[in-house]
């Protein structure tokens, strides 16, 4: 058998209905749209999923889950993984030099997941690095340089901090002045 002498099997392939030919091939005149209505018209029709009007089964079926967009942007790093970064400094942009992380990572989060032979230094705002994987990377001689908080987090928790130490300071003040009985002449 030859390229040429390829066919398929007999009555596998069956050719298109042409429809709108004349009364004789019996799909001629409304070329079997009907007589009337929406889907008879050229261009007419529904979207996929439309009942008429009637609440559509994907609106009416339960919805649940999350689908979070900063998990879009976030690598998972095992320690195992640290192995492939050549120097002692790990951040993002060593990590995607290594192809450990891809390119479009914003964020990664180093998990407990194997382990750290050598001593490594991870010092990135970006680089979040969960309670066992930081116990293990100081195990072996090294350590986490940032808590792997995002910067905004950073600052409101800062801001939260300061407005506490101000409520104290000003509170106690101004409760106890001069005359400890509180009366005033």
Known sequence: MRMNELQPAAGSHKSKR?????????????????QKGQKARSGGGVRPGFEGGQLPLQMRIPKFGFRSRIA??????RLSE???VAGEQINLETLKQANVVRRDMKRVRIMLSGGIA????VDDANVAVTKGA??????????V????EAPA???????AVEES???EDSTPKDATDDDPSGSSE
């Open 72 to 77: 879009l942007t976030t690598a998972e790093v």
């Open 118 to 121: 050598r001593a490594v230094t």
């Open 134 to 143: 930081k116990a293990a990377i100081e195990a072996a001689g090294g350590k």
């Open 18 to 34: 042409r429809v709108g030919r004349g009364p004789g091939s019996g799909f001629g005149k409304t070329a079997a749209r009907g």
């Open 165 to 167: 130490v101000e409520a």
């Open 82 to 84: 640290l192995a492939k």
């Open 145 to 148: 340089a940032s808590s792997g």
């Open 153 to 159: 987090k950073k600052v409101a928790k800062a801001k």
